[in-house]
Nanobody, 126 residues
Framework: VQLQASGGGLVQAGESLRLSCALS????????MSWFRQAPGKHREFVAT????????YYGDFVKGRFTISRDDDKNMVYLQLNTLKPEDTAVYSCAAVMAESSRDIMQNPTIYNYWGQGTLVTVSS
């Protein structure tokens, strides 16, 4: 399984971006998919999960309705819509996949994921 994240860039505060993650090698519908981010000098942070089969979503506490995760299993794609971006959202955003589904507490743990994409940089200027 390979994951390829894209869609990052430089935007101003308040603007939006849509990140994409393409899964190849297997069918995406068998995987729960998540986004994590890592800012310079900080630990990796859970952003969002969309579970396989049910499509149930979980979000990090900081999201507060600004981000939306979605998936298109026919296209083997997962998306992360980022709205009302803030300078503190600046980070490398990475997608991850695991052939399982569980509670939010479990899904936000990066160690459960088998596959990771290379990340895409989001920079938000003030």
């Amino acid at each position: 399984v390979q994951l390829q994240a894209s869609g990052g860039g430089l935007v101003q505060a308040g603007e939006s971006l849509r990140l994409s993650c393409a899964l190849s090698g297997r069918t995406a519908r068998s995987y729960s998919m998540s986004w994590f981010r890592q800012a310079p000098g900080k630990h990796r942070e859970f952003v969002a999960t969309i579970l396989r089969y049910s499509g149930v979503t979980y979000y990090g506490d900081f999201v507060k309705g600004r981000f939306t995760i979605s998936r298109d299993d026919d296209k083997n794609m997962v998306y992360l819509q980022l709205n009302t971006l803030k300078p503190e959202d600046t980070a490398v955003y990475s997608c991850a996949a695991v052939m399982a589904e569980s509670s939010r507490d479990i899904m936000q743990n990066p160690t459960i994921y088998n596959y990771w994409g290379q990340g895409t940089l989001v920079t938000v200027s003030s």
